[in-house]
């Protein structure tokens, strides 16, 4: 057992570099004014790596106390990762106003369906509250950045490198967190350990894609991209976005406007 631990402990230390290694890639690159949020989650990880550095090396500290500044360290990485996320399909979608609105309402009715969530699941404490919605927020957006990537196959809508990249690490370590979760609150306690070890793998893939990409991708670029697409210049793009989502896009902006009319 001490030897797993031994492996944990160097598999902890060597995610903790390449955190330290991808929030310098981001702010040397100047990515930090294109994914702002992105950047603050990644800042929180390391925040979070640091706190329980020092949590589970302090003597005399007791198991409730423990366990409330781990899980509230989660939960602040856990709204982290959901903010990253909003600001990733705000650069997926946003250039369509219509589509945009619609997202946005759906992943505000979501969070809102996760919150009620865990405070029915809580029993009225406050560590099944955290759990079960840490647990709902990560379904909630492996389930988002799925539809995202499907909606945008479908649509043809581009999707630059780098954000694939995020919505590719955010949806595998969510995914896998969820899994993990479910697995050892029912039937595996006894293989925390080795179950840990697999989480701190996956979001080490997870920093190896975004580290990777952010070396690759160019920034600037995207920063000029137009915020939306007008009708008067969609005929110059028509051979470039598909027709189905410029009239999909056209319908709820449609749908919107009334909305707002109605007293």
Request: hydrophobic letters at 50%; glycine letters at 6%.
């Amino acid at each position: 057992m001490s030897e797993f631990l031994s492996l944990l402990d160097i598999t902890w230390a060597g995610t903790t570099t390449l955190e330290f290694a991808l929030l310098a890639s981001l702010v040397w690159r100047k990515a930090c004014r294109t994914y702002p949020f992105f950047a603050l989650y990644v800042a929180s990880t390391i925040l979070q790596s640091a706190a329980l550095f020092v949590l589970y090396r302090k003597p005399g500290l007791a198991a409730p106390t423990v366990w409330t500044i781990a899980w509230g360290t989660q939960g602040v990485v856990t709204v982290t990762r959901s903010l990253a996320l909003i600001e990733l399909a705000r650069k997926v979608l946003a250039r369509y106003t219509g589509i945009w609105a619609l997202a946005r309402r759906i992943v505000l009715w979501v969070g809102a369906g996760v919150v009620a969530y865990g405070l029915a699941l809580s029993k009225g404490q406050y560590q099944w509250m955290v759990m079960g919605g840490v647990r709902g927020l990560e379904l909630a957006m492996a389930a988002v950045i799925v539809t995202m990537l499907l909606f945008a196959r479908y649509y043809r809508v581009p999707v630059k490198p780098f954000a694939r990249a995020i919505a590719v690490g955010l949806c595998l370590y969510s995914s896998f967190y969820v899994v993990d979760y479910t697995l050892l609150k029912h039937v595996l306690q006894r293989y925390a350990e080795f179950w840990n070890f697999l989480g701190i793998m996956t979001f080490l893939a997870s920093l190896l894609i975004w580290l990777h990409a952010s070396g690759r991708y160019s920034f600037q670029e995207e920063e000029s991209l137009p915020a939306a697409i007008s009708p008067e210049i969609y005929g110059a793009l028509s051979s470039e976005i598909n027709l189905r989502l410029y009239l999909l896009n056209r319908q709820l902006e449609r749908l919107m406007q009334m909305k707002e009319r109605r007293p």
